[in-house]
């Protein structure tokens, strides 16, 4: 069993999982909220309290399964991303390419794409392989494999060295250490976008609290990441100025947005009480996603140069009522050509806890899953 840990804006998600016969199974996991503010954008503001939610998600799922867990696997947001390509060949051995020489020539790569970045001080939080070739004939894997020579291309992410240092901070000051670290996006296109269907031009956008992430995948492979640090939080922040609330207080009015109530009860921050019609109140969400869905539709298309044939939307953030549609407006997609992704309907997770739905779930259990399966692995900490 291996513990992951998604550390996001508003929640800390902790998964306890193991591997399945079609991908992975969930055996048990825990969310807490940050007390206030502790992260804004994706970043972590205050290292203590992020570590008091990791601490209280720790402990209980250790509780509930009688387990102690040491090592952790993570992820880290897109604020500040950057990417670079790189690539290497070698002369393949008289023997069939095994793992061993295809981490190898990965890593060539990888360290191909690292010498052109020209801050040292970055950190490489993940890789995608964009191609394989033998003999300068791209095949699908390089296991197995005869010929004379093998060649590989990736696609790196980078993030500044303290946005890093600071994820590594708040994980040790929580009395474990980061075994597996990969990007939120990387990790959230691995679980919903297998490598079957990258042959499909698709965009996945994982709408936090704090950064809407985005992958484009086409061609057999991931080409291109992207964030925009806008996210749940923005619409959050628009109900607050409009009724005068606390930041907590338009969280909870906010998720009530889907509910059958005609309107919605709340106290100021004068203390005065408010009832609020769901229709003023959509009014006031809907210009927040209008300008949200526009940021990111302008993101899809600078990374993509087109539209693409599909969108996969996942995160807490885009479960607000609009998002979906006024994201496929923006793009000129069909309403079938997008679509907010739950986990409860992706076949490859089995949940045990029969307890885990929605799309807020998507990028916890892709880090559980890529961990899992050893996607993209870099260093151990």
Do not use: W
């Amino acid at each position: 069993m291996i513990c992951s840990l998604d550390i996001g804006t508003r929640t800390v998600v902790g998964i306890i999982s193991e591997e399945s016969e079609n991908g992975i199974r969930v055996i048990d996991f825990e969310t807490v909220e940050h007390e206030e503010r502790a992260m804004l954008d994706g970043q972590i503001n205050d290292i203590p309290k992020v570590s008091k939610a990791i601490v209280k998600v720790k402990k209980a799922l250790e509780e509930r399964n009688n387990i102690e867990f040491k090592d952790v696997s993570t992820a880290i947001a897109g604020r500040f991303l950057k990417t670079i390509s790189g690539s290497a060949n070698d002369k393949i051995p008289p023997s069939k390419i095994d793992e061993k020489y295809v981490k190898s020539i990965e890593f060539g790569a990888l360290s191909d794409a690292i010498s052109k970045n020209k801050n040292e001080r970055d950190y490489c939080v993940g890789y995608t392989v964009l191609k394989y070739s033998i003999d300068g004939e791209e095949v699908r894997s390089l296991l197995g494999q005869l010929g004379e020579e093998a060649s590989v291309s990736v696609i790196a992410a980078f993030l500044p060295e303290r946005v890093v240092e600071a994820l590594f901070s708040v994980v040790d000051l929580s009395n474990l250490s980061v075994n597996y670290l990969t990007l939120e996006p990387m990790a959230a296109m691995n679980l919903v976008v297998p490598k079957d269907l990258r042959r499909i031009n698709i965009a996945l956008v994982d709408v936090g609290a704090g950064t809407s992430d985005i992958a484009i995948s086409d061609d057999g492979t991931i080409v291109a990441y992207g964030m925009i640090p806008m996210a749940g939080d923005e619409i959050t922040e628009k109900i607050c100025d409009e009724y005068l609330l606390s930041f907590s207080d338009g969280e909870n009015v906010k998720r009530k947005l889907g509910s059958d109530e005609k309107a919605l009860k709340a106290e100021n921050i004068l203390g005065i009480p408010l009832e609020i019609p769901i229709g003023e109140l959509l009014k006031i969400t809907d210009t927040a996603v209008n300008v949200i869905t526009d940021e990111i539709s302008k993101m899809i298309l600078d990374l993509n140069s087109k539209v693409p044939s599909a969108v996969m939307v996942v995160g807490g953030g885009a479960k607000v009522p609009h998002f979906v549609e006024m994201l496929a407006e923006k793009l000129s997609l069909p309403k079938n050509r997008l679509a907010l992704r739950n986990v409860e309907n992706i076949s490859n997770v089995e949940d045990m806890t029969k307890r885990m739905n929605g799309s807020e779930f998507i990028t916890p259990v892709g880090i559980a899953y890529s961990a899992r399966f050893n996607i993209g692995k870099l260093f151990k900490r």
